[in-house]
């Protein structure tokens, strides 16, 4: 998948939701509902452990449409990990010109993590697909965005950190490419909550994500 159908993709969803837990036991269960609600692009975290594991059976769990990538990416050999687990995107926390090179050689888009406007900018130069902007609400969330857009507005944006419901409609009608959330979405859900209160969850993210 290249960038361009990568952004197109992405956007056409305007939803990332990300999977991070001390394991990965309830990943695949909790992809499934995540998917029948809407969602259909998912980051299961290399910090979790048997994670490549972990993006195999989400893969199984889900339809061939969902895009299922691995996050916390910082190493070439993450991407190679990645890779080999059958991920079709990577997310990174930081701009490391070694994963977006590694990435570019195995086809991978990357949605690189980065807070300034330098390492914005920096991500985007070096071949990102599309650059989250982390930790979003630490940096004033929506206000940050378009101060950030004002002189960048080429940049396709995926602010992250701290996105609740209330917040997915302000930030895409802002201009971002998509909104990516973790606790606000998922709840405890990784860690054995309740799987019909996540496609609750999950159905007014998605909805909100729609309504652009």
Same mark, same amino acid.
């Given at each position: +998948? ?10 056409s969803?305007g939803l990332v ?5 001390d394991d990965s036991?309830?990943?695949a269960e ?14 299961a975290?290399?910090?979790t452990?048997d ?5 195999a059976?989400i893969?199984?769990?889900v339809?061939?449409d969902?895009?299922? @990538?691995a996050?916390?990416v910082?190493t070439?050999?993450?991407v ?9 995107f ?14 570019a050689?195995? @086809?991978?888009? %990357?949605l690189?993590?980065?807070m300034?406007p330098?390492?914005i900018?920096?991500a985007?130069q070096?071949?990102a697909?599309?650059v ?6 630490n940096?004033?969330?929506? @206000?940050?965005?378009k101060?950030?857009?004002a002189p +960048?507005p080429?940049?396709?944006?995926v ?8 917040? %997915?409609?302000?930030?895409?009608a802002?201009g971002?490419?998509?909104?990516a ?5 998922? @709840?405890?859900?990784l860690?054995?909550?309740s799987m ?5 969850r999950?159905a007014?993210f998605a ?6």
């Amino acid at each position: +998948m290249g960038n361009q159908q990568f952004r197109a993709t992405v956007a056409s969803h305007g939803l990332v939701a990300i999977l991070r837990a001390d394991d990965s036991k309830h990943f695949a269960e909790a992809s499934e509902v995540l998917y029948k609600s809407g969602v259909r692009v998912l980051e299961a975290t290399l910090t979790t452990p048997d994670a490549p594991a972990a993006i195999a059976a989400i893969r199984q769990s889900v339809g061939e449409d969902a895009m299922v @990538g691995a996050g916390s990416v910082r190493t070439a050999t993450d991407v190679d990990t990645a890779a080999e687990a059958g991920a079709t995107f990577l997310v990174t926390p930081t701009v490391n010109p070694a994963v977006l090179s590694r990435a570019a050689e195995l @086809g991978l888009p %990357v949605l690189c993590g980065a807070m300034t406007p330098t390492e914005i900018d920096y991500a985007w130069q070096l071949g990102a697909a599309a650059v989250k902007i982390f930790p979003a609400a630490n940096l004033g969330g929506l @206000g940050y965005l378009k101060a950030v857009r004002a002189p +960048m507005p080429d940049i396709a944006l995926v602010p992250t950190g701290g996105v609740k419901l209330e917040d %997915v409609g302000p930030y895409l009608a802002a201009g971002a490419l998509a909104v990516a959330a973790a606790t606000p979405l998922l @709840g405890d859900v990784l860690s054995g909550g309740s799987m019909t209160d996540l496609a609750t969850r999950a159905a007014r993210f998605a909805e909100a994500a729609g309504q652009r």
